[in-house]
C-alpha cells in the first residue's frame, strides 16, 4: 500500500541547515536505511513510495532536493517510471536537484536520465560517503541559487522602470510578494485567484516579467468575453474556409504567445466542450488550427485567473478537474483591497498621478478628508473601483486637492433602502442590480449574465464601466 511518511527534527536550527529532501523508493527497507544515514546530518526527510505521492509532495511543500528511484514496477529494470518522474519534477521546478539511483548498474539509463534533467545519480547499493557528498553539493548550490534569484526577482519586482505599476507593501501582501518573488523565474504554470477587480492581470503581467520569457510577448484573453462559436478560431486559429466567414487564415493566441507567456483571464467561464481541448494543448504542446490537419507544438508558459471556486465548479461538472490541476502548479490568492487598506493611500496616490497626467490637471494630492474616507470605504469593487473613483475625483475636482465631496463615496455608500427607485439614476440601478446579481452567482460572470438577460460581453462591458 503507498504511503508517505514525514520524519521532522526540531532540535534547532542548526539541525534544519542540511535541507530538506524528498525521498521516493518502493522498497521499505531502502527508506529506512536513508532515513536512518540522512537524519543524523540534520535532513528533513519526506519519504515516500510512488511516483504519484512525489508529485503531490512537490506541488504543495517546497524541497532542497530529490533522491528518486528509477524502478518501481516489480521484475522491470527499464526505470521508464522513474525517467517519467525526473520529467515531470522538472516541468514543476526546473532547478530543483533531482538524484536518481538504480540497482542495476545501468550506465545508459543513468545517462538517460541526466539528459532527462537529473542532476546526478547513484548506484545501489551506495556508498554513504559518496551519496553524501553528492547530496551536500546539490542542495546547497540550489539553496544558494534561490536566495540569489530571489534577491533579484525581488529587486527586479520592486525596481524596475517601466513595469506594470505593482504596489504592495500591506502585510496582507507579503506572501503574494514573496511567491511571485520565488516563482517568477520559473516556467510554472501560476492559477491566480481572487475577487473582481483585485488586480489578478497586474499580478500576470509582473509574473512575466520576472520571467526569462520577458523578451518575448504575454498574449492576454479575456476568455469570459469570447463567444463560444470563436473560441477555438481564438486560442488556435483556423486556416481559410474552415468555416462561412474565413476568408483568410488566422495566427490564434497560442501561436503568437509560443516562447513567451499566454494569460487567460476568467478561466472559470470556458465552456464545457472546450476545456478538453485546451486540456490537450497544456499536457502534449500540440494543436492544430481550426480546419488544418497539420500539428504544430507550441511553447507557452500558462497563466490564468479567475474570481470563482474552480474547485466547486469541479464539484459541479461545470470545470474538468484534471485542467484544474495542469493550470494551477502554482496558486496565487489576492486579498480584497478591504483587507490590504495600507495600500490605500499610495495606489489612491499612483492613481492620483496617472490620471492628472492624462487629463492636465493641477492637482498636489488628497485633502485629510478625502483620505480618511476612503479608508473607511469598503471597496467592492476593490482596486478597480479605487481606479475609477479617483479618476472621477480628478475630474470633478475645482482646487488643488481633491475633497471628499469629489470621491462621490458617500453617495454610494448609502444604504439604497431609503431611495426610491424614481431618485436614482438608470446607470445606478443597473449597477446595484449587476452587483446583486453577481453576489447570487458567487462571483460566476456566466449564470449572472444569464440571469440578466445578457450575453458574457455585455457583463463585462458593464462590469468595467462600473468599476465592479
Not at 545517462?111 to 553528492?134: C, H, T, Y
Not at 472621477?392 to 431609503?418: F, K, P
Request: with cysteine; proline share 3%; charged share 25%.
Amino acid at each position: 500500500m503507498a504511503e508517505a511518511v514525514m520524519v521532522s527534527d526540531a532540535k534547532g536550527s542548526d539541525r534544519r541547515q542540511a535541507g530538506k529532501l524528498l525521498v521516493a523508493d518502493d522498497q521499505p527497507h531502502i527508506l529506512e536505511a536513508i532515513r536512518l544515514l540522512l537524519k543524523p546530518e540534520g535532513y528533513d526527510l519526506e519519504l515516500v513510495r510512488t511516483p504519484a505521492l512525489a508529485l503531490e509532495a512537490i506541488a504543495h511543500e517546497e524541497f532542497d532536493g530529490v533522491l528518486i528511484d528509477l524502478n518501481y514496477e516489480r521484475d522491470t529494470t527499464s526505470g521508464q517510471e522513474g525517467l517519467e518522474l525526473v520529467a515531470r519534477i522538472k516541468e514543476i521546478d526546473a532547478q530543483l536537484p533531482v538524484i536518481v539511483m538504480t540497482a542495476w548498474g545501468n550506465i545508459d539509463l543513468a545517462v538517460e536520465a541526466m539528459r532527462r534533467g537529473a542532476s546526478d545519480f547513484i548506484q545501489k547499493p551506495w556508498e554513504n560517503a559518496r551519496l553524501l557528498n553528492v547530496l551536500r553539493t546539490q542542495t546547497e548550490l540550489y539553496r544558494s541559487q534561490r536566495r540569489m534569484q530571489k534577491l533579484e526577482a525581488e529587486n527586479r519586482l520592486l525596481r524596475t522602470s517601466g513595469a506594470p505599476d505593482f504596489i504592495a507593501s500591506a502585510p496582507a501582501m507579503r506572501g503574494v510578494v514573496e511567491m511571485m518573488a520565488r516563482i517568477g523565474p520559473s516556467d510554472a504554470n501560476v492559477l491566480i485567484t481572487g475577487e473582481h477587480g483585485t488586480g489578478k492581470e497586474v499580478v500576470a503581467q509582473t509574473l512575466h516579467r520576472l520571467s526569462n520569457r520577458s523578451d518575448r510577448a504575454m498574449v492576454a484573453v479575456n476568455t469570459g468575453a469570447l463567444p463560444e462559436g470563436t473560441f477555438e478560431s481564438e486560442l488556435f486559429g483556423h486556416v481559410k474556409g474552415a468555416f462561412t466567414d474565413a476568408r483568410t487564415d488566422r495566427i490564434g493566441r497560442f501561436e503568437l504567445a509560443s516562447g513567451g507567456t499566454l494569460f487567460l483571464d476568467e478561466i472559470a467561464n470556458i465552456p464545457v466542450r472546450q476545456q478538453s481541448k485546451l486540456l490537450r494543448v497544456l499536457e502534449t504542446g500540440e494543436m492544430e488550427r481550426v480546419g488544418s490537419s497539420r500539428t504544430q507544438k507550441v511553447n507557452v508558459r500558462m497563466l490564468s485567473a479567475t474570481n470563482a471556486d474552480l474547485r466547486a465548479e469541479c464539484e459541479a461538472g461545470r470545470f474538468r478537474e484534471d485542467l484544474l490541476f495542469r493550470l494551477n502548479t502554482v496558486e496565487i490568492s489576492l486579498p480584497p483591497l478591504r483587507d490590504r487598506r495600507e495600500d490605500i493611500p499610495a495606489l489612491a496616490a499612483h492613481f492620483l498621478a496617472k490620471y492628472a497626467a492624462r487629463y492636465r490637471r493641477q492637482l498636489e494630492g488628497f485633502e485629510a478628508n478625502a483620505l480618511q474616507q476612503m479608508l473607511q470605504y469598503g471597496w467592492p469593487g476593490n482596486v478597480r473601483e479605487l481606479d475609477h473613483t479617483v479618476e472621477r475625483a480628478v475630474l470633478m475636482a475645482r482646487g488643488t486637492r481633491i475633497e471628499a465631496s469629489n470621491l462621490g463615496l458617500q453617495a454610494q455608500h448609502r444604504s439604497t433602502a431609503s431611495q426610491s427607485l424614481d431618485e436614482m439614476s438608470l446607470e445606478a440601478v443597473e449597477a446595484i442590480l449587476i452587483r446583486k446579481a453577481l453576489a447570487r452567482a458567487n462571483g460566476n460572470v456566466s449564470h449572472a449574465a444569464d440571469a440578466l438577460g445578457l450575453s458574457r460581453g455585455a457583463l463585462y462591458r458593464r462590469i468595467e464601466k462600473y468599476g465592479l
